[in-house]
C-alpha cells in the first residue's frame, strides 16, 4: 500500500518541493491549504499535478484533526509557518499564533487522531540569532532575536516535548537558510536574483538592501527537503541540523549575482537603513556531521551554482513575460 | 485610597481613581487571584501604589485580594481586553502573574496551555508597545523554563530547556520578554522563580497537598495521602519573599533577568517528614505513592542559584524551608474545626488532586 503524506505550508518554497519529491517517492500526497480562492494554490498545482489538496488552517485546531480524518497521513511535515523574519517584527502575535501555536495544534491533533502518524517539525536557524558558539549544532543553546526566532524555538521545543512526554515520533529539522528559484521575492537572495535580472534586462537600474555584511549558510532548497524525508524514515526519532557548513555574505552574493550577467553590483546596490532589522543575527553556520553520519546526507548543489540557477530562472522568467509563471511580475 | 478632593465629584464608587496618588505609581496585576496576586498587591499598597487586578470575566475573587486592589475584567487572551486595562489604569508598573500555572494539567491541555501561558504574554508586551512603551513589565518567568537541565544549580546564563507544555510555553513568554527589552527597548524583566509557597498556596501544589493532607490526617478526617514521585526535587521558597523581589526587579535602572530561588533543595521525602512531624505523626504509616499521579516526563534537578538577585537587588530569602512547611501544616490544622470537621470548608471543599506538584 502506497504511504500517505501531508504537508502543511504546501505553497511555500519548500512545500512544492517536498511535495514533488514525496510523489516521486510512491506517496500519496495531501497538501494543507488556507481560506477560499488561495492564489497559490494555483501555482502549486500547476507544478505538482498529482498533489491533493485540504482546507485547513494552523490557527484552528478541530480544521487539524478533520484533515488528518480525511486524509489518513502516515507523515506530517510541518512547514507551515509565517516565515518571514522581517514581517515578524510587526505581526508578532500572528507570528506566534501561527510559527508557534500552530505546532502545538498540529502535534496536540496527532496525539488525539492516531499517535502513530509520524512528525517533522520544520525548524529554523534563525532559533540560534545571537550565536553563542559556532558552527551551530543540535546541541547548540539557543538565542532568538526576532518574533519567529522565538516562536520557532517554542515549535522546536514543543516538538521534543510530544516526543520524550507522549511518545510520538516527532522530529525537529533545524534547516539552515536554503534557498531556489521558487524563493518568494521577500528573501534577500531572491530579491537580488530578481533584480539583477530587472537591470540586466533594463526593467530596473537599482537595488535597495539592507545589510550588506550580514552572513549566512545558504544551500539549495531541493536537497534539504530530502532531509526532511530521510527524518522520518530513521527507526528512532531525533533532531538534525541540515546545512552546508559554509557561509557567505549578502556581498558575495551580489558578487557572484551581478557578475552572472557580466554587471558589478558596486554600480547598482543602494544601502537603504529602512531594510536594516531591529536585531540582525550574527554569523549563522550549520554543522550537519549527524545529518551526513545518520541519515547519510549530503548538499548537492554548491554556493555558486545555487546562484546561477537563481539568476538564469528569474532572466527566463522576465524574458517570457507572457509565460503563465512571470504572470503579474512585470 | 480616598480621592484628595472629596468636595470635586469624584470618582464612581469603587471606581479607579484618576488622581495621581503621591508616590505617583499605579501597578496593573494580571493573575491577581493566584497565590502571588494578593501577597504582591499588599505590597505595592503598601508602597503607595494604586493598585489594579485583572480578574477574568466571571471569576471569583478570593478574600485576599486586599479591598482596595480595583478589579478589572480582562484577560491575556484578549488583546483588546488589555489594551482597554491599560488605557483605563495607566500603570507605570506591569505585574504578569497570570498563566495556566498547573504543570500536571499541562500534558492535557498544552494548545490552551499555550494561548494563556505563552501566547498572552506576547500579547500584552504588545499592548504596553502600543499604549506606552515606558511602562515597565515584570513578567513572572519560571524555573520550568530549565526543566531538562544538566547542569545544577541554574542561573540566568542556563540555556532553556523545557520538559512541560507548560515550560516550553514559559520559555516562549521568557525570550519574548527579551526580545522586546533588546529589539524594542521596552522595560521588560522576567524573575526566574523556583517553587515558592505559602499558606495560600493552591491546592493542588505539592507542598499543599501535603500540608492539607497532614492536617486532615491529623485530624482524623483521612488516613492516607496519595502522591506520585516522591524522589523529586524542589528548590522550594517563601511566597512573600518571591513578590517583593518582582518589586526590586523594577526599580533597577536597567532591565534585566532575575533567578529568584533559596539555592537548595529538598525532596518530597524531605517534605513529608518535616510536614508530618508537625503534627506528631509518621509519614510513612499514611503515604501511598500512586504510579497515575506521575507525570511524563519528569524535570530534573531544579535549583536555583539567586546570586545576581543578592548582589544587584540585596534580595534575600527570609524563611527556611521547615519553617515554611509547619507554618503551612499548621495554618491549615487550624482552618479545620475539629468538632464541626466534616463540614469545614478549609478541608472538606479541596477536592483531591490529580497533581503532583
Same mark, same amino acid.
Given at each position: 500500500?502506497?504511504?500517505?503524506?501531508?504537508?502543511?505550508? *504546501?505553497?511555500?518554497?519548500?512545500g512544492?518541493?517536498?511535495?514533488?519529491?514525496?510523489?516521486?517517492?510512491?506517496?500519496?500526497?495531501?497538501?494543507?491549504?488556507?481560506?477560499?480562492n488561495?492564489? #497559490?494554490?494555483?501555482v502549486?498545482?500547476?507544478?505538482?499535478?498529482?498533489?491533493?489538496?485540504?482546507?485547513?488552517?494552523?490557527?484552528?485546531?478541530?480544521?487539524?484533526?478533520?484533515v488528518?480524518?480525511?486524509?489518513?497521513?502516515?507523515?506530517v511535515?510541518?512547514?507551515?509557518?509565517?516565515?518571514?523574519?522581517?514581517?515578524?517584527?510587526?505581526?508578532?502575535?500572528?507570528?506566534?499564533e501561527?510559527?508557534?501555536?500552530?505546532?502545538?495544534r498540529?502535534?496536540?491533533?496527532?496525539?488525539?487522531?492516531?499517535?502513530?502518524?509520524?512528525?517533522?517539525?520544520?525548524?529554523?536557524?534563525?532559533?540560534?540569532?545571537?550565536?553563542?558558539?559556532?558552527?551551530?549544532?543540535?546541541?547548540?543553546?539557543?538565542?532568538?532575536?526576532?518574533?519567529?526566532?522565538?516562536?520557532?524555538?517554542?515549535g522546536?521545543?514543543?516538538?521534543?516535548?510530544?516526543?520524550?512526554?507522549?511518545?510520538?515520533?516527532?522530529?525537529s529539522?533545524?534547516?539552515?537558510?536554503?534557498?531556489?528559484?521558487?524563493?518568494g521575492?521577500?528573501?534577500?537572495?531572491?530579491?537580488?536574483?530578481?533584480?539583477?535580472?530587472?537591470?540586466?534586462?533594463?526593467?530596473?537600474s537599482?537595488l535597495?538592501?539592507?545589510?550588506?555584511?550580514a552572513?549566512?549558510?545558504?544551500?539549495?532548497?531541493?536537497?534539504?527537503?530530502?532531509?526532511?524525508?530521510?527524518m522520518?524514515q530513521?527507526?528512532?526519532?531525533?533532531?538534525?541540523?541540515?546545512?552546508?557548513?559554509?557561509t557567505?555574505?549578502?556581498?558575495?552574493?551580489?558578487?557572484?549575482?551581478?557578475?552572472?550577467?557580466?554587471l #558589478?553590483?558596486?554600480?547598482?546596490?543602494?544601502?537603504d537603513?529602512?531594510?536594516?532589522?531591529?536585531?540582525? *543575527?550574527? *554569523?549563522?553556520?550549520?554543522?550537519?556531521?549527524?545529518?551526513r553520519?545518520?541519515?547519510?546526507?549530503?548538499p548537492?548543489?554548491?554556493?555558486?551554482?545555487?546562484?546561477?540557477?537563481?539568476v538564469?530562472?528569474?532572466?527566463?522568467?522576465?524574458?517570457?513575460?507572457?509565460?503563465?509563471?512571470?504572470?503579474? #511580475?512585470? | 485610597?480616598?480621592?484628595?478632593?472629596?468636595?470635586?465629584?469624584?470618582?464612581?464608587?469603587?471606581?479607579?481613581?484618576?488622581?495621581?496618588?503621591?508616590?505617583?505609581?499605579?501597578?496593573?496585576?494580571?493573575?491577581?487571584?493566584?497565590?502571588?496576586?494578593?501577597?504582591?498587591?499588599?505590597?505595592?499598597?503598601?508602597?503607595?501604589?494604586?493598585?489594579?487586578?485583572?480578574i477574568?470575566?466571571?471569576?471569583?475573587?478570593?478574600?485576599?485580594?486586599?479591598?482596595?486592589?480595583?478589579r478589572?475584567?480582562g484577560?491575556?487572551?484578549?488583546? @483588546?481586553?488589555?489594551?482597554?486595562?491599560?488605557a483605563?489604569v495607566?500603570?507605570s508598573?506591569v505585574?504578569?502573574?497570570?498563566?495556566?500555572?498547573s504543570?500536571?494539567?499541562?500534558?492535557?491541555n498544552?494548545?490552551?496551555?499555550?494561548?494563556?501561558?505563552g501566547?498572552?504574554?506576547?500579547?500584552?508586551?504588545?499592548?504596553?508597545?502600543?499604549a506606552d512603551?515606558?511602562?515597565?513589565?515584570l513578567?513572572?518567568?519560571?524555573?520550568?523554563?530549565?526543566?531538562?537541565?544538566?547542569?545544577?544549580?541554574?542561573?540566568?546564563?542556563?540555556?532553556?530547556?523545557?520538559?512541560?507544555?507548560? @515550560?516550553?510555553?514559559?520559555?516562549?513568554?521568557?525570550?519574548?520578554v527579551?526580545?522586546?527589552?533588546?529589539?524594542?527597548?521596552?522595560?521588560?524583566?522576567?524573575?526566574?522563580?523556583?517553587?515558592?509557597?505559602?499558606?495560600?498556596?493552591?491546592?493542588?501544589?505539592?507542598?499543599?497537598?501535603?500540608?492539607?493532607?497532614?492536617?486532615?490526617?491529623?485530624?482524623?478526617l483521612?488516613?492516607?495521602?496519595?502522591?506520585?514521585?516522591?524522589?523529586?526535587?524542589?528548590?522550594?521558597?517563601?511566597?512573600p519573599?518571591?513578590? &517583593?523581589?518582582?518589586?526590586?526587579?523594577?526599580?533597577?535602572?536597567?532591565?534585566?533577568?532575575?533567578?529568584?530561588?533559596? @539555592?537548595?533543595?529538598?525532596?518530597?521525602?524531605?517534605?513529608?517528614?518535616?510536614?508530618f512531624?508537625?503534627?506528631?505523626?509518621?509519614?510513612r504509616?499514611?503515604?501511598?505513592?500512586?504510579?497515575?499521579?506521575l &507525570?511524563?516526563?519528569?524535570?530534573?534537578?531544579?535549583? @536555583?542559584?539567586?546570586?545576581?538577585?543578592?548582589?544587584?537587588?540585596?534580595?534575600?530569602?527570609?524563611?527556611?524551608?521547615?519553617?515554611?512547611?509547619?507554618?503551612?501544616?499548621?495554618?491549615?490544622?487550624?482552618?479545620?474545626?475539629?468538632v464541626?470537621?466534616?463540614?469545614?470548608?478549609?478541608?472538606?471543599?479541596?477536592?483531591?488532586?490529580?497533581?503532583?506538584?
Amino acid at each position: 500500500m502506497s504511504r500517505s503524506a501531508l504537508i502543511t505550508g *504546501v505553497t511555500g518554497q519548500d512545500g512544492g518541493y517536498l511535495a514533488e519529491h514525496l510523489v516521486a517517492q510512491g506517496y500519496e500526497v495531501h497538501g494543507l491549504i488556507r481560506g477560499q480562492n488561495n492564489p #497559490r494554490a494555483t501555482v502549486v498545482r500547476r507544478l505538482v499535478p498529482e498533489l491533493r489538496l485540504i482546507e485547513g488552517d494552523l490557527h484552528d485546531q478541530s480544521s487539524l484533526i478533520a484533515v488528518l480524518e480525511a486524509t489518513h497521513p502516515d507523515e506530517v511535515y510541518n512547514l507551515g509557518a509565517i516565515s518571514f523574519v522581517a514581517l515578524s517584527f510587526k505581526q508578532a502575535i500572528n507570528t506566534g499564533e501561527i510559527t508557534g501555536l500552530g505546532v502545538t495544534r498540529m502535534l496536540d491533533a496527532i496525539r488525539l487522531v492516531n499517535p502513530a502518524i509520524r512528525f517533522y517539525q520544520a525548524s529554523s536557524s534563525e532559533m540560534f540569532g545571537k550565536v553563542r558558539e559556532a558552527p551551530q549544532n543540535e546541541l547548540t543553546p539557543f538565542h532568538p532575536r526576532s518574533p519567529y526566532g522565538v516562536a520557532k524555538v517554542y515549535g522546536h521545543h514543543i516538538t521534543v516535548n510530544y516526543r520524550e512526554s507522549y511518545g510520538l515520533f516527532a522530529v525537529s529539522g533545524i534547516l539552515f537558510n536554503h534557498e531556489s528559484p521558487r524563493r518568494g521575492l521577500e528573501f534577500v537572495t531572491r530579491k537580488i536574483t530578481d533584480g539583477v535580472a530587472r537591470i540586466k534586462l533594463g526593467l530596473e537600474s537599482e537595488l535597495r538592501l539592507g545589510n550588506l555584511d550580514a552572513q549566512r549558510d545558504w544551500g539549495f532548497a531541493g536537497d534539504y527537503v530530502r532531509a526532511m524525508h530521510l527524518m522520518l524514515q530513521q527507526d528512532e526519532a531525533d533532531d538534525f541540523v541540515v546545512a552546508t557548513g559554509e557561509t557567505h555574505s549578502v556581498r558575495e552574493f551580489l558578487e557572484l549575482a551581478f557578475g552572472h550577467v557580466g554587471l #558589478r553590483w558596486q554600480d547598482h546596490v543602494v544601502v537603504d537603513e529602512r531594510f536594516l532589522r531591529p536585531a540582525d *543575527v550574527a *554569523v549563522l553556520v550549520g554543522d550537519a556531521a549527524k545529518a551526513r553520519r545518520v541519515l547519510g546526507w549530503e548538499p548537492t548543489v554548491a554556493f555558486p551554482e545555487l546562484v546561477a540557477m537563481m539568476v538564469e530562472s528569474d532572466l527566463r522568467e522576465l524574458s517570457a513575460p507572457l509565460s503563465p509563471a512571470a504572470g503579474g #511580475r512585470r | 485610597m480616598p480621592p484628595p478632593h472629596p468636595a470635586l465629584p469624584g470618582p464612581d464608587p469603587g471606581g479607579y481613581s484618576r488622581s495621581v496618588p503621591a508616590a505617583g505609581r499605579r501597578a496593573l496585576v494580571t493573575g491577581v487571584t493566584g497565590q502571588d496576586g494578593p501577597y504582591l498587591s499588599a505590597l505595592l499598597l503598601a508602597e503607595g501604589y494604586e493598585v489594579a487586578g485583572l480578574i477574568l470575566p466571571g471569576e471569583s475573587v478570593p478574600d485576599s485580594v486586599p479591598a482596595a486592589v480595583h478589579r478589572l475584567e480582562g484577560s491575556l487572551t484578549d488583546s @483588546g481586553s488589555l489594551r482597554a486595562a491599560l488605557a483605563e489604569v495607566r500603570p507605570s508598573e506591569v505585574y504578569n502573574l497570570a498563566a495556566a500555572t498547573s504543570v500536571a494539567d499541562s500534558f492535557d491541555n498544552p494548545v490552551a496551555v499555550a494561548e494563556v501561558t505563552g501566547l498572552g504574554v506576547l500579547r500584552l508586551l504588545e499592548a504596553i508597545r502600543q499604549a506606552d512603551p515606558g511602562i515597565r513589565l515584570l513578567q513572572a518567568s519560571s524555573a520550568e523554563i530549565f526543566g531538562g537541565a544538566t547542569t545544577s544549580p541554574q542561573d540566568e546564563g542556563t540555556p532553556l530547556c523545557p520538559v512541560s507544555p507548560y @515550560g516550553v510555553a514559559k520559555a516562549f513568554a521568557h525570550q519574548m520578554v527579551q526580545h522586546y527589552r533588546r529589539s524594542r527597548g521596552i522595560f521588560a524583566a522576567n524573575a526566574i522563580l523556583y517553587n515558592h509557597e505559602s499558606p495560600r498556596r493552591g491546592t493542588g501544589f505539592v507542598t499543599r497537598k501535603v500540608s492539607l493532607g497532614a492536617a486532615r490526617i491529623a485530624r482524623g478526617l483521612e488516613t492516607e495521602l496519595r502522591l506520585g514521585n516522591l524522589e523529586v526535587e524542589r528548590d522550594w521558597g517563601y511566597a512573600p519573599d518571591y513578590v &517583593r523581589a518582582m518589586h526590586l526587579i523594577l526599580q533597577q535602572d536597567v532591565a534585566d533577568d532575575y533567578v529568584i530561588a533559596t @539555592g537548595r533543595t529538598h525532596t518530597l521525602r524531605e517534605l513529608l517528614e518535616v510536614a508530618f512531624s508537625a503534627v506528631g505523626l509518621d509519614w510513612r504509616a499514611h503515604v501511598v505513592t500512586d504510579p497515575a499521579l506521575l &507525570r511524563p516526563a519528569e524535570p530534573g534537578r531544579l535549583c @536555583g542559584d539567586p546570586s545576581r538577585a543578592r548582589a544587584r537587588l540585596g534580595w534575600a530569602p527570609t524563611r527556611e524551608f521547615a519553617e515554611l512547611i509547619r507554618e503551612m501544616v499548621l495554618t491549615d490544622l487550624a482552618g479545620i474545626d475539629p468538632v464541626a470537621s466534616l463540614s469545614d470548608p478549609a478541608g472538606a471543599a479541596a477536592p483531591p488532586s490529580q497533581q503532583p506538584g
